[in-house]
């Protein structure tokens, strides 16, 4: 008889997806935070989308990750 109480993730990957996504959303915030013109400063160009990226390695890493 299977275990029917088994979940495919433990709570280090719900942790893990809760960071990744409170960076994505940070990540967003940081961009629409750009004062230049079409969002063509700093915080549009690099340092909001790189953000954005760590986010969704964040979220990578959580769905891959074993107990």
Not at 4 to 23: D, R, S
Not at 33 to 56: A, N
């Amino acid at each position: 008889m299977e275990n029917k109480n088994k979940v495919a993730f433990g709570k280090k990957n719900y942790m893990l997806m809760l960071i990744g996504i409170a960076t994505l959303i940070t990540g967003f915030i940081i961009m629409s935070l750009d004062t230049e013109p079409h969002g063509f400063g700093f915080l549009g160009l690099t340092l909001g989308p790189l953000v954005v990226m760590l986010g969704f390695i964040i979220e990578f890493f959580a769905i891959l990750h074993k107990k």
